[in-house]
Nanobody, 121 residues
Framework: QVQLVESGGGLVQAGGSLRLSCAAS????????MGWYRQAPGKQRELVAT???????NYADSVKGRFTISRDNAKNTVYLQMNSLKPEDTAVYYC???????????????WGQGTQVTVSS
């Protein structure tokens, strides 16, 4: 079992910055990768950024150059530094932890409760 708790959301002016945090607890050793997803009103949940245990990162095209994902293994925490925020970044942001198995082939996902990010114009 893995538990994820997000924090750091809030209201910010366009062009401002926020840093989201996600603290993981439980069976942390089972996690292969972690990431951030977001869901805006009336839209599907979309990938924002991911980082694997090997350190590889991936970003949505819409946030490249503005957002940075990182992790602190000692604190079992991942972060999302969000700079140059735009109104279209407004969404509920969810922390994700994935356990990708090979025997059998299966992916299991854990999710946090979400934190609201609102960017005003």
């Amino acid at each position: 079992q893995v538990q994820l708790v997000e924090s750091g959301g809030g209201l910010v002016q366009a062009g401002g910055s926020l840093r989201l945090s996600c603290a993981a607890s439980g069976s942390i050793a089972s996690i292969n990768a972690m990431g951030w997803y977001r869901q805006a009103p009336g839209k599907q949940r979309e990938l924002v950024a991911t980082v694997t245990n090997g350190g590889s990162t991936n970003y949505a095209d819409s946030v490249k150059g503005r957002f940075t994902i990182s992790r602190d293994n000692a604190k079992n925490t991942v972060y999302l530094q969000m700079n140059s925020l735009k109104p279209e970044d407004t969404a509920v942001y969810y922390c994700n932890a994935a356990n990708m198995l090979t025997i059998p082939l299966k992916r299991y996902d854990y999710w946090g409760q979400g934190t609201q990010v609102t960017v005003s114009s």
